[in-house]
T-cell receptor, first 114, second 115 residues
């Protein structure tokens, strides 16, 4: 079955430092790609999505992600971390090779140190 | 524009009981899907409904069922609850199905605890 992998279940950065959360997908055909964020005791909020337009996608809260077909990756970045960015981040993919549903990565918990 | 609304937000049930969770999608959205989130298994797809028809189903036992009404509102039911059913159940809605690339919006979830 096609899958999506998030490297690093926990990432810790200092406030003001670069945030880099990694996501790789497995299908040969580029899927639709999404990043969601989940704050404690809340649902999932969409940060950004890639649907075959520009390879660099800008999202909310200063986040962006770059689609790289050659690396089958869609890593999420933010130039300067803020304390309010502490949350769990999920990469998700959809498309025909994923069975007409969102397939999620295992999630990465981002900790921001003051 | 109101988001995806789920009720109840929190509930506690006893093993063997059944539970019904409700979801109101964003106005105009015809696709409603359900996901289960647990610490051990992560986010797993339960099923998806479009125009009152179940179009896709995940790998869950038959105790998990759902339906969609003509106004696109959806319910999911879990019968004969087991301790392992304790989870956050998330409802999501979109204009079309996941193959279309439409954005899928999630509700706040229903926290189910089975004791």
């Amino acid at each position: 079955a096609q899958s999506v992998t998030q490297l690093g279940s926990h990432v810790s950065v200092s406030e003001g430092a670069l945030v880099l959360l990694r996501c790789n997908y497995s299908s040969s055909v580029p899927p639709y790609l999404f990043w969601y964020v989940q704050y404690p005791n809340q649902g999932l909020q969409l940060l950004l999505k890639y649907t075959s337009a520009a390879t660099l996608v800008k999202g909310i809260n200063g986040f962006e992600a770059e689609f790289k077909k050659s690396e089958t990756s869609f890593h999420l970045t933010k130039p300067s971390a803020h304390m309010s960015d502490a949350a769990e981040y999920f990469c998700a993919v959809s498309g025909r090779e994923y069975g007409n549903k969102l397939v999620f990565g295992a999630g990465t918990i981002l900790r921001v140190k003051s | 524009k109101a988001g995806v609304t789920q009720t109840p937000r929190y509930l506690i049930k006893t093993r063997g009981q059944q539970v019904t969770l409700s979801c109101s999608p964003i106005s105009g959205h015809r696709s409603v899907s359900w996901y289960q989130q647990t610490p051990g298994q992560g986010l797993q797809f339960l099923f998806e409904y479009f125009s009152e028809t179940q179009r896709n189903k995940g790998n869950f036992p038959g105790r998990f069922s759902g339906r969609q009404f003509s106004n696109s509102r959806s319910e999911m039911n879990v019968s004969t609850l087991e301790l392992g059913d304790s989870a956050l159940y998330l409802c999501a809605s979109s204009l079309q199905d996941a193959n279309s690339g439409n954005t899928i919006y999630f509700g706040e979830g229903s926290w189910l605890t089975v004791v």
